[in-house]
């Protein structure tokens, strides 16, 4: 019943942008928080962002403030992630996400497939 699909992801290189883009099917929007993890080559996955039920708060790794911004639009079930100033270090696979409260800690309901971005220097 419930599907995410991540799109938007890409090859560019250092300094530049994406924008990712999950789009949920079956899926009640209100009743999940929305995040992002990624896994880099030979890493374990590791959480990037996420963003409450009606986006009031967000939630950042360290590593990505200041140059990601994840937002949510729960009318068209959609969540995104704008990646700006991007760094070799971020190259890996990126995956949409659905749970409760404890999903920044990697509590996850549901995942998406994934999409690869790649940072070249």
């Known amino acids: 019943q419930v599907q995410l699909v991540e799109s938007g992801g890409g090859s560019v290189q250092a300094g530049d942008s994406l924008r990712l883009s999950c789009a949920a099917s079956g899926l009640t929007m209100s009743s999940f928080g929305r995040g992002w993890f990624r896994q880099a080559p030979g890493k374990e996955r590791e959480f990037v962002a996420a963003?409450?039920?009606?986006?009031?708060?967000?939630d950042y790794a360290d590593s990505v403030k200041g140059r990601f911004t994840i937002s949510r639009d729960n009318a068209k079930k959609m969540v995104y992630l704008q990646m700006n100033s991007l760094k070799p270090e971020d190259t890996a696979v990126y995956y949409c996400?659905?749970?409760?409260?404890?999903?920044?800690?990697?509590?996850?309901?549901?995942w998406g497939q994934g999409t690869q971005v790649t940072v070249s220097s």
């Open positions: 996400a659905a749970g409760g409260y404890r999903l920044r800690l990697g509590v996850v309901d549901y």
């Open positions: 963003i409450s039920v009606r986006g009031a708060s967000t």
